[in-house]
């Protein structure tokens, strides 16, 4: 294990302290293998980033496993991190090198709806084809995206990167990294197992090896006292994680729509498919010592909770000890919705027909749910009910969502902040507000892939 001398550390101290230095980490250890590939920018302008971004056939290695024949953007899983500040355009021009149709969706990106990616906003593009995505990132937070076109099996097979969004007003850290957390089933000789059977359909599938950053149990290096930053996401088509760092607390100041007005402590964290927090943890310890990166068990119904923990990382500590940035007391305010008198109602449940495991939004299943028309500019209570025994993150595209209430319960203001993704317990009533504010097409469906390819979708016409 190399060691950085300490000249060397204060050097890059001094080096790191430009205007930006509370927002762009200090690298004194290489965390090289673990970082995700970065999109370069080919615009050399400023508020423009411009990539190309290619999906294709791509091999991969996961651990021990044989090489495994995956799809990849710009041939890396995870594809590549964006990284632009708030108010950036972003361009990407897109080109389908796949032997199937597939769309791109921004998730948790609020965008012009011609730009979302859905078969309700535009054509599958074709095996060969281009198609330009062109948006501008009104949010700082960690966004992801990924094909809206079968989405359970190109996710499944290595489709999804990541958006970081910078804002002006970010808390001050010793160390970030943006974590893609994902599970894979692979069989012997190293290939995906695909849909056999019914077969973790009804959960939701979950695979046999965990990534982290598409790295099986990789080594996150820092420094004792550090202040680490995690952004992380959850791209899992149907494994909840239940992040847990031995000897530490998670301090979460954000989630999908970025930093949150009161960030409070947890031992454990569960994080849905689609989900994302932002995370900080002040790193106790002293050089050498090590500790695991697990997902705890985790009831998100049908006898989930029986799974074990399991390893996804380690984390070592090396050097001596510095003085690491305070943990956030406090975030931003928050920006609550004002409680609209209008409503829909949208029943998470599930079905069997014909032979078949269905998932249904109000009884039907996608595409025969109707659709809810809402006016231009006006928010509406979604009244969210989950008549099943198992948890459903619900994930509405376009716009953020803010809980007001809980089983009857109204949820305090400092936790009505902007989510796009939401663990929906089962037997449980939610109401959240929402501010239709962008026409257009606009799905809504569970996140666990298999339930919305299997019905549990649905659209909100804004016009
Ligand atoms: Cu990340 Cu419609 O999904
Ligand atoms: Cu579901």
Redesign the pocket.
């Known amino acids: 294990m190399s060691r950085v001398p300490l000249a060397a550390l204060s050097l890059a101290v001094l080096i790191g302290c430009g205007d930006d230095s509370t927002v762009k980490p200090v690298p004194m250890i290489d965390n090289g293998p673990i970082e995700l590939a970065r999109a370069n920018d080919k615009d050399p302008a400023d508020g423009v980033f411009e990539l190309d971004l290619t999906a294709a056939p791509a091999v991969v290695t996961y651990g021990e496993s044989p090489e495994t024949p995956a799809w990849a953007y710009n041939g890396s899983v995870p594809g590549p991190l964006i990284e632009v500040d708030r108010g950036d355009l972003l361009k990407v021009h897109f080109k389908n090198e796949l032997p199937d149709e597939t769309t791109i969706h921004w998730h948790g990106v609020r965008l012009p709806a011609a730009m979302d990616g859905t078969l309700a906003v535009q054509d599958a593009i074709e095996s060969g084809d281009f198609f330009e995505y062109e948006f501008e990132l009104k949010d700082a937070g960690l966004f992801w995206f990924h094909p809206h076109f079968m989405s359970d099996l190109q996710v499944q097979r290595g489709l999804y990167g990541t958006i970081l969004v910078r804002g002006e007003d970010e808390p001050a850290f010793d160390r970030e990294l943006v974590v893609v957390l994902d599970d894979v089933r692979l069989l012997s000789d190293g290939s995906i197992d695909e849909y056999p059977d019914d077969d973790g359909v009804t959960n939701?599938r979950e695979g046999n090896t965990l990534l982290f950053n598409g790295v099986v149990n990789p080594t996150v290096r820092a420094q004792p006292g550090e202040t680490l930053r995690l952004r992380l996401v959850n791209v899992a088509n149907g494994r909840f994680f239940n992040l847990k760092i031995a000897g530490h607390d998670l301090r979460v100041v954000g989630t999908d729509g970025g930093l949150i007005p009161e960030p409070y402590d947890v031992a454990s964290l569960p994080i849905a498919p689609g989900e994302r927090y932002d995370v900080f943890v002040s790193l106790k310890g002293s050089d050498g010592d090590t500790f695991a990166i697990t997902t705890e068990p985790y009831d998100r119904g049908h006898g989930t909770d029986k799974n074990e923990s399991m390893l996804v990382a380690q984390l070592a500590l090396e050097g001596s000890e510095v003085q690491g940035k305070p943990l956030p007391i406090a975030g931003p305010p928050g920006n609550p919705i004002e409680e609209p008198e209008a409503s829909f109602s949208i029943i998470?449940g599930e079905a069997f027909i014909d032979g078949e495991q269905k998932?249904t939004i109000n009884d039907q299943v996608f595409p025969d749910v109707p659709d809810v028309m809402v006016p231009t500019g006006e928010s509406r209570i979604i009244e969210l009910e989950n008549k099943t025994e198992?948890e459903?993150?619900f994930h509405l595209h376009g716009f953020f969502f803010q809980v007001i209430e809980r089983d009857g319960e109204a949820t305090p203001a400092a936790q009505r902040y902007d989510k796009d993704t939401l663990i929906v317990p089962m037997m449980s009533k939610l109401k959240l507000a929402a501010r239709f504010d962008e026409p257009g097409m606009w799905m809504y469906h569970?996140h666990?892939l298999e339930?919305a390819e299997r019905g549990?979708m649905g659209m909100v016409d804004v016009e």
């Open positions: 939701g998470l998932f198992q459903h993150p569970c666990i339930h549990m």
